[in-house]
């Protein structure tokens, strides 16, 4: 039984280095978004966007393997909110909450696989009129892109822009 136990404890040991690590996914703001964030749109609101992909990416990817061992480094390029920022609301102050607005987002990157392969990656995904926003929150359509480019990447497709 010592024996058995053992040679199963070898085992688990050899599977376990044998396992995938899942993609690093890194995000990071573009200038010109940056830009953006500072004069109109708000930081916090910006800097919770890169995060909010960030997840959304990893998540998707860990629950596939798609991508397992490459590192996913994007660029939040823009984003257009479906309604008005906290910032926008303070510096307007007749500025109302029930405002709505196109929104969505565009993002770029690569994929860095392994053996050193790199895959350009690109997506961008606005409400083509007002008929279509999704606006229930201040970044609906940009959540809605987030969770689009995560699930082709997470299919293992190198996302082009649509």
């Known amino acids: 039984m010592k024996t058995l136990t053992l040679a199963a404890a070898a085992l688990l040991i050899s599977a376990g280095g044998a396992l995938a690590t899942p993609a690093s996914v890194s995000v990071t703001v573009g200038p010109e978004l940056q830009l953006k964030g500072e004069k109109t749109l708000g930081m916090r609101d910006v800097n919770d966007l890169a995060k909010s992909l960030q997840s959304d990416v990893e998540k998707r990817l860990a629950k596939t393997g798609a991508y397992d061992g490459a590192r996913i480094e994007l660029i939040l390029v823009d984003a257009q909110p479906n309604r008005p920022t906290f910032k926008q609301l303070g510096d307007k102050p007749g500025l109302s909450m029930r405002s709505i607005s196109i929104g969505g987002a565009r993002i770029e990157g690569r994929a860095v696989a392994a053996d050193g392969a790199v895959t350009p990656l690109s997506y961008d995904y606005y409400s083509p ?9 201040t970044w609906s359509d940009a959540e809605q892109t987030f969770q689009q480019f995560a699930a082709q990447l997470s299919r293992g497709k190198a996302v082009a822009s649509r």
């Open 129 to 137: 009129d007002l008929y279509w926003v999704r606006g229930e929150t």
